[in-house]
């Protein structure tokens, strides 16, 4: 090993050349906490400077309208004639005797 202080960390913190610090122990939760707190709030934050404040993003702004004939294709949609309940429950329990005529074939 050379003389030279800086040639490892170790020599330059036991040399005081380095801001290095052992962690202090701590007996108890609530006081490693406080410590830990108390570290993260040394250092300001840090504060945004603009080098030219004149120049800023101005949007395009776009006012967007449905076309007229929007609201007559939503009545054409819901102008669907509807089945009655009861012709609805006949298809469902044909669909499903077919589905389940399969099963029980096998």
Excluded at 57 to 83: C, G, H
Aim: charged fraction near 40%.
């Amino acid at each position: 090993m050379s003389s030279d202080p800086w040639d490892d960390w170790e020599t330059a913190a036991d040399a005081g050349l380095i801001d290095c610090e052992k962690p202090k122990v701590v007996a108890n939760t609530a006081t490693a906490n406080q410590i830990i707190w108390e570290n993260a709030n040394k250092y300001s934050t840090p504060v945004i400077i603009h080098a030219n404040e004149s120049i800023h993003y101005k949007p395009e702004v776009k006012i967007l309208k449905r076309p007229e004939d929007a609201k007559s294709r939503k009545d054409k949609v819901t102008d669907k004639p509807v089945k009655p309940l009861a012709d609805r429950e006949k298809d469902y329990l044909e669909a499903r005797r077919k589905i389940f005529e399969k099963f029980e074939k096998k």
